[in-house]
């Protein structure tokens, strides 16, 4: 898995140098520098993109560096910026044209929190650094975040998915049926009992290798947030469905080149390619629409879905912690947030007036 990750990061980290070489003032270059030691490629890339539409609003809409370019930026000019502006920008991402894109964008409170934290970032560490006199973005709330309801999985919409799984013609395009029946249908059977066995994320089940599976003790090594390596065990029928899997991925590989980059994965694409986090977004989608229509299943989900399972099977948040991954025990509360609607079903039997 780690050559998944390390191609992955280098990519990130190319797309991170051409934005802060072409679309961000040059002081931030000491600024990525500086946080490097302590993120992720990932996290500095999400910095960026998010500082890259706040200068780019700095100079075409708001009242501060008007008639600017980006690159003309300079720290000593970031003492003008007051937290009214910063305040605008939030409002301005609101909903807003993308000229990339072509489109309109529009932020909910979430995402408006995470560039409001990457703008807070950057005046952070150039006030700690003493390159600015004062850190505005300490007189501006954080944008208020509501709860979000948690989606996922019921028992019976589980087993409606492994049913399609196993029926030959489910979808209502002939062309999907298709190629759904050429037997494509093994490999996504195992995606999915491995997410949902395991609760694995998305990037850790694509980045998996052949090695990192052991079927003597039923365990497989994923590579989680932070570059930390760890061991997760699965059942019989996961174990079932993995080596049909590579039966057919051995058959598929013997019949077309792959790749060097390629040849370790453990999920290919009927090209003989990794499978890529997009694919199985779409393919999550493509049979959580049939099995729960009205619900919005993403691979996500299917990690929640697991995590709500784990809890009532353990009654140990502790345990649903370990096995996710998660640093924060309050992450971990927000998949099995459902439990209270149980506790409360087992509460209207639990007090009786009627004395017959």
């Keep these: 898995m780690s050559d998944y990750i390390n191609e992955r990061d280098a990519r990130y980290q190319k797309k991170l140098q051409a934005i802060i070489k072409e679309s961000l003032p040059d002081f931030c270059k000491e600024f990525f520098n500086g946080i490097a030691m302590n993120t992720t490629v ?26 600017k370019s980006v690159k003309d930026i300079m720290i000593s000019d970031l003492e003008l910026i007051e937290s009214t502006d910063i305040e605008e920008f939030l409002v301005y991402i609101d909903n807003y044209y993308n000229a990339n894109l072509n489109t309109r964008v529009r932020n909910k409170n979430s995402a408006k929190a995470r560039k409001f934290c990457s703008v807070r970032a950057l005046f952070r560490y150039l006030f700690k650094k003493d390159k600015i006199s004062r850190n505005i973005t300490l007189k501006v709330s954080m944008p208020k975040l509501r709860e979000k309801e948690i989606v996922r999985l019921s028992d019976n919409e589980v087993s409606n998915i492994f049913d399609s799984l196993k029926d030959i013609d489910v979808f209502e395009s002939e062309k999907m049926n298709a190629y759904n029946n050429n037997n494509i249908k093994v490999r996504d059977n195992a995606i999915f009992t491995l997410m949902l066995g395991t609760g694995i994320r998305i990037s850790e089940c694509v980045g998996l290798n052949v090695d990192d599976i052991n079927f003597a003790d039923n365990s497989f090594t994923v590579t989680r947030k932070g570059e930390k390596r760890s061991i997760l065990y699965f059942n019989d029928d996961i174990a079932s469905n993995l080596k049909a899997y590579l039966e057919f991925r051995e058959k598929m590989v013997a019949k077309r080149k792959i790749e060097p980059k390629d040849q370790k994965a453990l999920f290919l694409s009927l090209q003989g390619k990794r499978i890529s986090v997009r694919a199985v977004e779409l393919m999550v989608k493509k049979y959580a629409k049939i099995a729960a229509p009205l619900k919005n299943i993403t691979p996500h989900k299917l990690r929640s879905t697991y995590g709500t399972a784990l809890y009532r099977a353990t009654q140990d948040i502790y345990v649903v912690a370990e096995v996710l991954g998660h640093k924060d025990i309050n992450t971990t509360k927000k998949h099995y947030a459902a439990i209270s609607e149980d506790i409360k079903k087992s509460a209207a039997n639990k007090v009786k007036f009627n004395k017959e």
Excluded at 42 to 49: E, M, P, V
Excluded at 56 to 67: I, Q, Y
Aim: glycine fraction near 8%.
């Design 42 to 67: 990932l996290t500095r890339y999400n910095y960026a993109i998010d500082l890259k539409l706040f200068f780019e609003f700095t100079v075409l809409w708001g009242s501060v560096f008007e008639g």
